[in-house]
């Protein structure tokens, strides 16, 4: 038994190694999972439009149920999910297909169907984000279970995870390393790491995470340091930093505040991470062993104002971010300097994205900001959807020089596709 276990974590960690580089190759093709190919918001070739309204929206479509998870995009393959209540009282959780070209829905399941869990009145049924690999779908819906499923619609395999007690829903996203699915399972109470086999669905490892009492709802990274792969995960005290191989935990570093909700960006052999609640933005490198909040924070640098639910984003030797009430602010990515802050105008629930070293963030209005990151604010452009008829919370897609915006009842298409990409 220990010689299988041995082969199956050697094995997994070989699969892991390959997932950074084959990401790379169809990172400017594809988006297939929440923030991208690697995690980082980044789509790392072809550039975007810049400025349009809503005469230059390629397409719209009404969506099944409501939603917040992002587009993900394989190909000619866009995958949401969504969710309804029923007439009896129940919830249904839809996973589906829509032609990229069109918008035009190519399948549809529901993936479960059960009582309706309590929710914050900012969250719904069906927040986190597929993730795919060209082969397998898979949706997490928290109470509702985790599903994989064929590009074609096909369930390969569902397996439930329990309840997810609380008063605030769940949002953290599957990530899929080679033939692993990661899935972050942070609720009230009992909270722990999970890996399963991507094509049958069996437990690979599963780690207690340290007591959460408030939940979380953060999406693991992996990076490279360049000795060890890291699986990096914020959290409701701090972040932390597994083997993504078994499960164990390599360090951790205390946060300034909870929630611990946005995703932490990566460079500069830094991870740059935001609390949730307002306090300090902090930097860490990795590498370290244990509790490292002593010895191994880079910086940190006060963050007042609101809340922050989006994540930060690093373009460059700039850490931007901007908080729940619309104050974005930009920080020098090697000292943690604040350059400047400026109010932007809305209110913003998603993570914004970066495309041709311009950031694009969206407000949950649906207009969209395009900056120009560095040491003084720089605003290129300031683009309307017109008089959108819902929030928009859920994070951009950018593929093939389009944008897809999500919003709790429709899709959006902006912009045409690539040539190069088209053939």
């Not at 190909?75 to 999910?81: A, D, K, M, S, Y």
Request: overall charge positive.
């Amino acid at each position: 038994m220990a010689s299988f276990t041995a082969r199956r974590v050697l094995a997994a960690f070989l699969l892991i190694c390959l997932l950074v580089s084959a990401a790379t190759v169809r990172a400017d093709t594809n988006w297939p999972g929440f923030r991208g190919p690697l995690g980082t918001g980044h789509s790392i070739g072809g550039s975007l439009p810049t400025k349009w309204d809503a005469k230059n929206v390629t397409w719209k479509v009404k969506l099944p149920g409501r939603g917040q998870s992002s587009p993900s995009i394989w190909g000619e393959r866009i995958f949401l999910t969504s969710a309804a209540k029923t007439d009896a009282g129940a919830v249904e959780r839809y996973v589906y297909c829509v032609d990229r070209s069109t918008g035009k829905t190519l399948w549809k399941d529901t993936a479960s169907s059960g009582p309706a869990e309590s929710l914050h009145k900012m969250n719904m049924w069906a927040t986190s984000t597929c993730a795919t690999d060209g082969e397998h779908v898979l949706a997490f819906f928290g109470d509702g279970g985790l599903h994989c499923y064929t590009l074609d619609g096909k369930k390969v395999w569902s397996r439930e995870l329990g309840k997810f007690p609380g008063s605030w829903g769940t949002a953290a996203s599957p990530v899929i390393l080679g033939d692993m699915v990661v899935q972050n399972c942070d609720a009230e109470g009992k909270t722990y790491l999970l890996a399963v086999e991507k094509k049958t669905g069996k437990q690979i490892w599963r780690t207690e995470r340290r007591n959460l009492p408030k939940g979380g709802w953060s999406t693991p990274i992996l990076i490279d340091t360049g000795k060890r792969k890291e699986l990096i995960l914020n959290g409701e005290y701090g972040v932390q930093s597994y083997n993504p191989t078994n499960g164990e935990e390599y360090w951790f570093c205390k946060g300034f505040n909870g929630r611990g909700t946005p995703m932490p960006a990566v460079g500069h052999g830094l991870v740059f991470v935001v609390n949730g609640k307002p306090g300090d933005i902090y930097a860490v490198r990795p590498g370290g062993k244990g509790d490292v909040t002593k010895t191994r924070m880079a910086w940190h640098t006060r963050r007042g104002g609101g809340r922050d639910l989006p994540s930060p984003i690093l373009v460059g030797d700039y850490v931007f971010t901007v908080n729940m009430g619309g104050i974005g602010t930009c920080y020098d990515a090697v000292s943690g300097k604040e350059l400047w802050q400026e109010r932007l105008g809305g209110k913003f629930s998603a993570s914004p994205i970066a495309v041709g070293g311009l950031i694009y963030s969206q407000s949950e209005t649906g207009e969209m900001l395009v900056i120009k990151p560095g040491k003084k604010y720089q605003l290129i452009a300031r683009n309307s959807l017109g008089e959108a008829d819902d929030v928009f919370r859920a994070s951009p897609a950018a593929s093939d020089g389009q944008l897809f915006l999500r919003s709790g009842n429709a899709l959006y298409c902006i912009g045409k596709r690539t040539p190069r990409a088209a053939e």
